[in-house]
């Protein structure tokens, strides 16, 4: 059994947090006591049952006091999978939400009404998620009962969408109509809708395949810490500790330290007290070098065979997350795996409004802004571009003023 | 090229892992709080998988309110023993003692929120920058909410406005001086999951998660531990049950379940039959729904 994470995306009142509800209602997620409090609300439906939106409510009231909850997270099981869901709430910040949200998920779930069909909202959702380069989209036309579960409708809507997506480069879309409210194929397959042959919502999400990418050629290891016992037996123990970020190493492979260049063998892959063969994406583990070279935490291990790109002139999509607006005569701090470092930003080529994907120029980035930049950094980064391997290749800004995340960074190519 | 992810157990391990080093390579005093409950107990295990063969770059911290259960405690110290780690123990009676804070009278009085003090004044008299807590987002939906590094003032205070947005796994750990990072490398554990690692690893846990015979007294509608720190009263009617806990917080406000879970197996099948949450279990939460926003603005774990 392994981990699905994905998130929802909609518009206010497209049925997000009906959805979600429905989703743990149905799936028997919800305990006992939350069951019974969702029963003493005095919240119904029109037709008397329990208005299950009530179960991601937190939130909304947090919205309306306008605090500053860009995810939040939710957990339920079935015997097939572990879900866990990004719900990102907010309007005003919806990008910025978004897009943490997006950053750690698997899959979106883009909720589109059924009267509204492929909105301005949409189009913004669907951009967010092939910026953030998610393997999965689920489009979920909701409120078919407000359609009259009608295939036509459905269909125009997918045939909407398809234009769009092409234009975004999204490819693995799956479309499935429900109604969040009355549960059509969410967790169990419509009546209402017979015309429709796919698998329910939930189907979907247990068996949709998320991958790894553990290729020789994407091998790389940020060094967290360094573990030096230096007592008397263990004299000299040195051993480099992180999580393979992409791709796999085994024991003799040739390996490089970025950014100095040293080069050696691994020699020993440890695992508390298990000595495992081979490190692959995801695992945590201990790595002995065969030669005694310096690393420091940082540093990135990669296979000697296929380095990625070592560079202090970046070119990257910039998702701008403060209040204050970017000031590109101030240093920030960008944090890039285990490694931290000063940075300018140099040059900003474009901003995109994100409601129709034009290009405009601009100069500088306010809150929710996406755009181009060219990053300057005092240290060289090692780097991969974020469309090919996002594990290695994302990065914050951290305003040095406030501490705060400003901004996340995805390397789109090496600008020197 | 590409194969399927990590096993569920696996991918949490490896994540947690990976946050206890982030942890070391940040900060230049950091702290476990250790509350002897199966939180803390499976944050122990990780961080040996984490650190070994070298020695934790943090001690263990114990805030003890007096009302412990005796179990817990000497679950603690043997534990210590074993791993060879430094504990550092915060006692409330100090506090209590030299009058920073009150002691509540009467029946219902509990030190639970007296601990948040002593916490306080521990973090800063060993100048901890950041804490390691056992906290999960399914707990409780104030925590549904929180970062995995979680920035608190100088006053322990959580500001819900000022949140970082955490990106990918890039955990921002830049404070100010004075203030201090909690950092909860289990946040996307469930209590099941807390459960089945439990049992995969093999951990031992102090006595009273398990089914047993004890005296209880019933409390505002739940069972509780008859001790002397409850001021039990001649209306207080002892009954001997076959009880758990669930937690084992202080036991003013840890309430028991009647259960027949003698084994891990037992517990794991009663949960997955999800009777109750595991925070109904505790008295505290349910003074008021918010309850767990305010504790946590005002610094408590
Ligand atoms: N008829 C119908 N109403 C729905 C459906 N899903 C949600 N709604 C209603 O739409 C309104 C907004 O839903 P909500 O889940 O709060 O939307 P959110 O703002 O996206 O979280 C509520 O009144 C829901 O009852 C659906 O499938 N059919």
Not at chain 1, 168 to 190: F, T
Not at chain 2, 26 to 53: C, H, M, N, W, Y
């Amino acid at each position: 059994m392994d981990i699905l994470k994905f998130l929802t995306a909609g518009s206010v009142d497209d049925g997000k947090s009906t959805l979600i509800g429905r989703l743990l209602y149905d799936s028997e997620s919800i305990l006992q006591d939350q069951l019974e409090a969702l029963q003493a609300s005095n919240r119904k439906n029109d037709d008397g049952t329990i208005d299950l939106a009530i179960l991601t409510d937190g939130l909304k009231a947090e919205r309306e006091q306008g605090i500053t909850i860009d995810v939040a997270y939710k957990y339920f099981q079935t015997e097939k999978r572990k879900f866990i869901i990004a719900d990102t709430p907010g309007h005003i910040q919806y990008t910025r939400n978004m897009v943490t949200g997006a950053s750690n998920a698997d899959l979106a779930i883009i909720l589109i009404d059924a009267r509204k069909g492929v909105i301005e909202q949409t189009i913004r959702h669907s951009y967010l998620v092939s910026l953030l380069a998610l393997q999965h989209v689920v489009v979920a036309v909701n409120k078919m009962d407000m359609v009259d579960y009608s295939e036509e409708v459905f269909n125009n809507i997918v045939k909407d969408y398809q234009a769009m997506a092409a234009k975004l480069n999204l490819n693995e879309v799956s479309y499935i109509p429900v109604s969040a409210l009355k549960g059509d194929n969410i967790v169990h397959e419509s009546v209402n809708m017979i015309w429709y042959q796919g698998k329910s919502l939930l189907d979907h999400l247990e068996t949709v395949p998320v991958a790894i990418d553990d290729s020789t050629d994407h091998a790389r290891m940020p060094i967290q810490w360094i573990i030096r016992p230096q007592t008397e037996e263990l004299h000299d123990y040195r051993g480099y500790a992180g999580r393979v970020a992409s791709g796999s190493f085994k024991v003799n492979d040739a390996i490089t330290v970025l950014p100095s260049g040293f080069s050696s063998t691994i020699s020993k892959i440890e695992f508390f007290d298990q000595e495992p063969a081979e490190a692959s994406a995801g695992m945590s583990v201990t790595v002995h070098l065969a030669d005694e070279i310096d690393i420091s935490r940082g540093d990135t291990l990669v296979n000697a065979k296929y380095l990625p790109t070592v560079s202090q002139l970046i070119e990257a999509d910039l998702c701008w997350m403060d209040t204050k607006p970017m000031d590109a005569s101030l240093t920030y701090l960008i944090q890039h795996n285990s490694k931290t470092t000063r940075c300018k930003i140099s040059d900003v080529l474009h901003k995109v409004n994100i409601n129709t994907l034009d290009k405009v120029s601009a100069e500088s980035f306010n809150l929710n802004d996406i755009g181009r930049v060219v990053i300057k950094t005092a240290d060289p980064l090692a780097f991969d571009l974020y469309q090919e391997n996002k594990a290695n290749g994302g990065a914050i800004l951290i305003d040095s003023r406030t501490n705060l995340t400003v901004g996340a960074l995805m390397f789109r190519a090496n600008a020197d | 090229m590409s194969k399927n992810k990590l096993n569920y157990l696996d991918d949490l391990e490896a994540e947690a892992i990976y946050i206890l080093r982030e942890v070391a390579g940040q900060f230049e005093k950091p702290a476990l709080l250790f509350s002897g409950g199966k939180d803390s107990i499976t944050l122990v295990r990780l961080a040996e998988k984490a650190f070994r063969p070298g020695k934790f770059p943090f001690p263990l911290v114990h805030i003890d309110t007096g009302h412990n259960f005796p179990e817990t405690i000497s679950y603690r110290d043997e534990m210590v023993d074993r791993i060879g780690e430094k504990l550092i123990v915060g006692y409330v009676q100090d506090d209590i003692d030299a009058g920073r804070v009150i002691e509540q009278k009467g029946k219902n009085a509990s030190r639970n929120s007296l601990q948040t003090v002593t916490l306080l004044n521990t973090i800063e008299k060993h100048k901890f920058d950041a804490c390691i807590g056992g906290a999960r987002r399914d707990e409780e939906k104030a925590r549904a909410k929180e970062r995995i590094f979680s920035v608190r003032d100088e006053f322990g205070q959580w500001d819900p406005k000022r949140q970082r947005p955490e990106l990918w796994n890039l955990y921002n750990g830049k404070i100010h001086k004075g203030e201090n990072v909690r950092v909860f490398p289990i946040s996307n554990w469930t209590e099941l999951d807390v459960w089945n690692y439990i049992r995969r690893e093999n951990i031992a846990l102090p006595s009273i998660y398990f089914a047993h015979q004890r005296d209880v007294i019933t409390r505002n509608g739940q069972l509780m531990a008859a001790a002397k720190a409850l001021n039990m009263d001649s209306e207080d009617v002892i009954e001997r049950r076959n009880v758990r806990f669930r937690t084992v917080g202080d036991m003013t406000c840890t309430a028991a379940v009647e259960s027949d879970a003698f084994e891990i197996d037992d517990i794991i099948n009663e949960i997955s039959e999800s009777k109750i949450s595991e925070r109904g279990a505790r008295m505290d939460d349910k003074v008021s729904e918010a309850a767990m926003e305010d504790r946590k603005k005002g610094g408590y774990f």
